[in-house]
């Protein structure tokens, strides 16, 4: 079945929990050794679904079919979520979808205009403004807007950010700098092994770590821990890998989100 057909209803989030459950159980007999990963990576979405405060605004940097749209507004219930999608067709069916969601159809990176974008049919969700090695064959080229999310936010104030955009995060971050300096907002972001460009994976942490955040595996960001060094950040990539979705922290409000994932985990007071 189509999994955007079930986003948005009770029972879709009932299939993906089971779904996710279904998984766990598969890795463990297959793939004991992705079963950090895959841990790690049903934290993060754990957190990420209910991070944001009441009364707060979510952003969704690369909404895809609304998943986590949908499971933010039903754990979170933020005053406004804000969306960006570059691919058409899936931006006329999460304005549908979800109407009092603020949807922007539009890539975002570092400078303002058209890039070409391609859309992997097989698998839309690793569609991108790079060309992956070994589905060229398959792609469909289109041309799309490209906005810096300080010019498309203007004054608005995010407090947590997910942003999965298949190795174009740090670009992404690199045009919301004056953002980020003015809301301290919690950033997860997926990071997979690849190096996309000149968008290093040592240059992701480096522009981090000089705004001021703490880069954290996900069974971190409740515990008491300074974040990845330089050198962990990229081990962290190495396969196994520990996850492929990490939070970057505001080293300033570090105590204070993670006492907010302690209480998400039922872990208590620390």
């Keep these: 079945m ?6 948005g209803k009770r029972s879709g989030a009932l299939a993906q929990r089971l779904r996710e459950h279904a998984e766990l159980l598969t890795t463990a007999l297959r793939s004991p050794e992705n ?49 960006v999608e570059a691919i058409p067709a899936k931006v006329t069916a999460l304005r549908a979808k979800f109407p009092d969601v603020e949807i922007h159809g539009c890539a975002v990176g570092d400078a303002d ?32 807007p490209i906005r810096r999310l300080d010019d498309l936010l203007g004054t608005e104030s995010p407090d947590v950010v997910k942003i999965d955009v298949e190795g174009a995060e740090l670009a992404v971050l690199r045009g919301a700098a004056a953002v ?45 821990d300074p974040g ?18 990490y939070f970057a922290v505001a080293r300033d409000r570090r105590d204070e989100i993670m006492l907010r994932a302690r209480d998400i985990l039922g872990l208590g007071p620390r």
């Design 180 to 224: 980020i300096r003015r809301a301290r907002p919690t950033i997860m972001f997926e990071s997979g092994p690849e190096e996309m460009g000149d968008f290093t994976k040592a240059a992701m942490w480096e522009w981090l770590d000089a705004a001021g955040y703490a880069v954290l595996i996900p069974n971190r960001v409740a515990h008491q």
């Design 113 to 144: 205009g058209e890039l070409p974008f391609f859309i992997d049919p097989a698998h839309s969700g690793y569609s991108s403004l790079f060309q992956r090695e070994g589905a060229a064959a398959r792609l469909q080229e289109i041309v799309v």
């Design 2 to 7: 189509d999994r955007s057909v079930l986003v």
């Design 228 to 245: 990845l060094s330089r050198e962990g950040f990229l081990e962290a990539h190495l396969y196994p890998f520990r996850t492929t979705n």
């Design 35 to 83: 079963l950090g990963t895959f841990g790690n990576d049903l934290i993060a979405r754990t957190l990420l679904e209910r991070l944001c405060q009441p009364g707060g605004v979510f952003l969704d940097v690369g909404a895809h079919i609304g998943s986590v749209i949908d499971g933010v507004r039903r754990y979170s219930k933020p005053a406004k979520v804000i969306a």
